[in-house]
């Protein structure tokens, strides 16, 4: 009996090694390689992986974020500010998608999406009141608790504007398009 604990425990952690099935979204172009998404999209280079992988807002928040964190003027509030500036260009595709998915849903379908994104609208805005009334406005986590919870936020809408922008890509034809050009 201990060895087959021992055996199941050994092939539990092996398995848990296994960096094959990380769903993880990462802005850092690098790491969206890994990704995982409903559909399998193996179509050249306009598949759905490498749009999303090359996007515009990723490569510019890249750029920007590897700049800022060099510069002498890095700041936690400068920090924070780069931050919110790409939570708002996400948010603006995320509204985006959300016009152009209502044109190619039916309108129950179209009910449904309303409900489910009511449902983590909620669920984003009340983690981010919990977070700062139990945490940042008492001085946990300093002010790099900040700084934290303004990524957390950012790749939290970010994730949900890549969900939806796959839905988009697959009721379109597979085509998609950023409202957010880059400079």
């Excluded at 780069?82 to 849903?105: A, F, P, S, T, V």
């Excluded at 300093?142 to 957390?152: A, C, E």
Aim: aromatic share 14%.
């Amino acid at each position: 009996m201990k060895k087959l604990i021992i055996i199941l425990f050994a092939i539990l952690l092996l398995s848990s090694c296994d960096d094959k099935h990380d769903t993880h979204l990462d802005s850092s172009s690098e790491n969206n390689e890994d990704s995982i998404y409903y559909g399998d999209y193996q179509m050249g280079p306009d598949d759905f992986n490498n749009i999303i992988k090359n996007n515009p807002i990723d490569r510019e928040y890249d750029i920007e974020s590897e700049k800022f964190q060099t510069s002498k003027e890095f700041s936690t509030f400068g920090w924070v500010q780069l931050e919110d500036k790409y939570y708002g260009i996400w948010k603006d595709e995320l509204n985006e998608i959300i016009k152009k998915l209502k044109m190619k849903l039916s309108d129950d379908e179209y009910k449904l999406l309303e409900a489910s994104q009511k449902g983590w609208e909620t669920y984003h805005l009340k983690e981010l009141e919990f977070m700062d009334q139990t945490f940042l406005s008492k001085g946990y986590f300093g002010t790099q608790g900040y700084v934290t919870n303004t990524i957390v936020k950012r790749e939290r809408i970010r994730q949900r504007t890549i969900q939806l922008m796959e839905y988009y890509f697959e009721l379109n034809d597979y085509q998609l398009d950023f409202l957010y050009k880059g400079k």
